[in-house]
């Protein structure tokens, strides 16, 4: 996925709407989705990550306008 900043106008509504609830309502300004799920931009990695309600993390990508897990980030203790 490319980063935000490089995103056409289209691939931002896209990436926008992939994080919204499926509810009416958009997601809080905290960035919290209900299931504790949030999503952070890595500068290092250049990647969009996904910290799951359990710590766990993972690089995501747009794919037809839904965020797609790639891949679960390990630390080097085996604890993500």
């Known amino acids: 996925m490319k980063p935000y900043s490089r995103m056409n106008a289209e691939e931002r509504r896209a990436f926008d ?11 809080g300004i905290d960035g919290v989705l209900p299931d504790g799920r949030t999503f952070e931009w890595d500068t290092a990695l250049q990647e969009t990550i996904e910290i799951a309600a359990d710590g766990r993390q993972f690089v995501v990508e747009l794919r037809h306008g839904r965020l797609v897990r790639t891949r679960e980030l390990v630390s080097k203790t085996g604890v993500a």
């Open 17 to 27: 709407r992939a994080l919204q609830t499926s509810g009416r309502k958009p997601l």
